[in-house]
């Protein structure tokens, strides 16, 4: 092994053995001291290796490549969001949430691709120190996520390896072959979308952590593949330019779908369309039937005959409104599903109000009502 390789080798190590320790005694590797460990990091490799500069071909066709795979992975991810359920995310575009979050996740990404390409580029095609470069990286993410927590139960351990350990694995192990083989920025590009898009973004699906623990071990793996696939053909880069403008073009009508789908399913507007998972209205609402219900708290309007989607516990129930008092100026409503012999034995007040359903669209629930049968 050359004496570079050797500096190298142990310089990893010995960071590997740091990132480790400092797991284990506290979770310090977090926030911005996660980024003044970078920066202290950085410096250190400057003065006994020294920077290269990014001379790599394709860059700006790798970076259009990766935006199309997203694209198609949103599409696919929402969709799958409207059989399992949405979750509105935390606004964090306030002073504390960008100073607090935010920006010490982009000088994170910054700092740590620009790291990662350096550490690779020194490797010079050696696998011992391409494999413990991904290690560094994958130890160094870890790290700030241990705690005590993690060992409480068998349950808060899976969770742990599900949804940080996979992924962090995944993930570097792509961003790596990215950084290899097209430098710094493609790995950026990547890493600041799947990063940040939960902070822009204000309503995200809602897996559970099997799920999610399979979409984040195998996109990153698709997105490597396809790279590798690219790599094999060599293109002329007039030819790239109209290759990914005949890719884009035929998804932005699925893309409008989908965000019109979202909206309407999501719940966090004023429409929301939902599967109806029981035979209580029929014939005139089946189940398996989608409904959209307006949402209203303008109760006076509400009307006897009216179909009323109301809260009941954890789910909404979708019945005909029979009948309707006022008393001391608060409203209540009795309903009852067509199909059913008798009334619903309770009381509606005007809390468990929702909406009121004006359109139905018959069969194309029958997917969620069977996801949730499961």
């Given at each position: 092994?050359?004496?570079?390789?050797?500096?190298?080798?142990?310089?990893?190590?010995?960071?590997?053995?740091?990132?480790?320790?400092?797991?284990?005694?506290?979770?310090?590797?977090?926030?911005?001291?996660?980024?003044?460990?970078?920066?202290?990091?950085?410096?250190?490799?400057?003065?006994?290796?020294?920077?290269?500069?990014?001379?790599?071909?394709?860059?700006?066709?790798?970076?259009?490549?990766?935006?199309?795979?997203?694209?198609?992975?949103?599409?696919?991810?929402?969709?799958?969001?409207?059989?399992?359920?949405?979750?509105?995310?935390?606004?964090?575009?306030?002073?504390?949430?960008?100073?607090?979050?935010?920006?010490?996740?982009?000088?994170?990404?910054?700092?740590?691709?620009?790291?990662?390409?350096?550490?690779?580029?020194?490797?010079?095609?050696?696998?011992?120190?391409?494999?413990?470069?991904?290690?560094?990286?994958?130890?160094?993410?870890?790290?700030?996520?241990?705690?005590?927590?993690?060992?409480?139960?068998?349950?808060?351990?899976?969770?742990?390896?599900?949804?940080?350990?996979?992924?962090?694995?995944?993930?570097?192990?792509?961003?790596?072959?990215?950084?290899?083989?097209?430098?710094?920025k493609p790995a950026l590009l990547y890493m600041f979308i799947k990063s940040l898009y939960v902070y822009i973004i204000p309503i995200v699906p809602n897996p559970n952590e099997y799920i999610?623990?399979?979409?984040?071990?195998?996109?990153?793996?698709?997105?490597?593949?396809?790279?590798?696939?690219?790599?094999?053909?060599?293109?002329?880069?007039?030819?790239?330019?109209?290759?990914?403008?005949?890719?884009?073009?035929?998804?932005?009508?699925?893309?409008?779908?989908?965000?019109?789908?979202?909206?309407?399913?999501?719940?966090?507007?004023?429409?929301?369309?939902?599967?109806?998972?029981?035979?209580?209205?029929?014939?005139?609402?089946?189940?398996?039937?989608?409904?959209?219900?307006?949402?209203?708290?303008?109760?006076?309007?509400?009307?006897?005959?009216?179909?009323?989607?109301?809260?009941?516990?954890?789910?909404?129930?979708?019945?005909?409104?029979?009948?309707?008092?006022?008393?001391?100026?608060?409203?209540?409503?009795?309903?009852?599903?067509?199909?059913?012999?008798?009334?619903?034995?309770?009381?509606?007040?005007?809390?468990?109000?929702?909406?009121?359903?004006?359109?139905?669209?018959?069969?194309?629930?029958?997917?969620?009502?069977?996801?949730?049968?499961?």
């Amino acid at each position: 092994m050359k004496k570079g390789y050797k500096r190298l080798l142990i310089f990893e190590i010995i960071f590997i053995l740091l990132f480790i320790l400092s797991g284990f005694v506290s979770s310090i590797l977090s926030g911005y001291i996660k980024v003044i460990s970078l920066v202290g990091i950085l410096i250190l490799f400057k003065l006994l290796f020294g920077f290269e500069k990014d001379r790599h071909r394709y860059i700006k066709s790798i970076c259009m490549e990766i935006l199309i795979y997203f694209l198609i992975y949103f599409i696919l991810y929402y969709l799958l969001g409207i059989l399992i359920g949405f979750v509105k995310i935390v606004n964090y575009f306030s002073a504390k949430g960008i100073i607090d979050v935010i920006l010490p996740l982009i000088l994170t990404i910054l700092l740590k691709e620009y790291l990662r390409y350096m550490t690779l580029t020194k490797s010079e095609g050696s696998k011992l120190l391409i494999v413990f470069s991904v290690l560094f990286f994958i130890i160094f993410d870890i790290a700030g996520t241990i705690n005590e927590s993690i060992f409480a139960s068998s349950y808060s351990f899976f969770c742990f390896i599900a949804i940080t350990v996979i992924p962090t694995i995944s993930a570097n192990i792509f961003c790596s072959y990215l950084s290899y083989k097209t430098g710094y920025k493609p790995a950026l590009l990547y890493m600041f979308i799947k990063s940040l898009y939960v902070y822009i973004i204000p309503i995200v699906p809602n897996p559970n952590e099997y799920i999610y623990s399979i979409i984040e071990l195998i996109v990153p793996m698709i997105f490597l593949y396809k790279i590798y696939k690219f790599y094999l053909v060599d293109k002329d880069e007039e030819i790239l330019r109209e290759y990914h403008k005949n890719k884009l073009l035929p998804l932005i009508i699925p893309t409008l779908i989908v965000i019109f789908l979202v909206y309407l399913t999501s719940g966090y507007f004023k429409y929301h369309a939902i599967a109806i998972a029981s035979g209580s209205m029929t014939p005139n609402i089946r189940k398996g039937d989608v409904v959209v219900i307006e949402k209203t708290n303008d109760y006076e309007h509400i009307e006897i005959g009216d179909v009323l989607a109301h809260r009941k516990g954890n789910i909404i129930v979708v019945h005909r409104v029979i009948k309707k008092l006022i008393i001391e100026g608060k409203y209540y409503f009795y309903t009852k599903g067509d199909y059913n012999d008798s009334p619903d034995n309770y009381e509606i007040t005007e809390d468990m109000v929702y909406g009121i359903v004006n359109i139905k669209i018959p069969v194309i629930g029958y997917p969620t009502v069977w996801l949730n049968d499961l």
